[in-house]
């Protein structure tokens, strides 16, 4: 138990951390608002753009890689991306909002479970990561 209770602070430390960066990297402060990080249309390197926070949490889960990568270009790589960035600020506003938390990790759940199913290897980090957001959401 106090094995777990470590590694689950190790894991909020790291979602803190994430959180930081992605705040730095879009210029917003640290007590930032997930809306306007996803409202700033940071340039990709297709050229396309980040689709707003509202899309897709509107976005059935079991559309939303595909509309990703239809409408937005996104690959692999982008997708595991967005998928990170979505688990991070759902680990961030957990104990404040838990139905938009919920929101966000079914969100990235439902990518992460788009590339296990499409990736052409096999990613035990990857289906661990599943794994873990399925009890996490569990749990909650």
């Not at 707003?52 to 595991?80: C, Q, R």
């Not at 838990?98 to 990613?123: A, M, P």
Request: proline share 4%; net charge neutral; aromatic share 8%.
């Amino acid at each position: 138990m106090e094995r777990r209770d470590y590694v689950q602070r190790q894991i909020d430390l790291l979602g803190l951390v994430l959180a930081k960066m992605l705040a730095k990297l879009t210029g917003a402060p640290d007590n930032f608002d997930i809306n306007e990080v996803f409202n700033q249309q940071a340039p990709l390197p297709t050229g396309t753009t980040l689709p707003p926070l509202d899309e897709i949490v509107n976005t059935p889960t079991h559309l939303l890689a595909s509309m990703l990568e239809s409408k937005y270009g996104f690959k692999n790589e982008h997708l595991w991306q967005n998928a990170d960035i979505l688990f991070a600020c759902a680990s961030k506003i957990e104990r404040s909002d838990v139905d938009r938390s919920q929101l966000l990790y079914l969100r990235s759940l439902s990518i992460y479970e788009h590339l296990l199913t499409s990736s052409k290897t096999f990613d035990l980090g990857l289906l661990k990561k599943v794994n873990n957001l399925k009890a996490t959401l569990i749990n909650n």
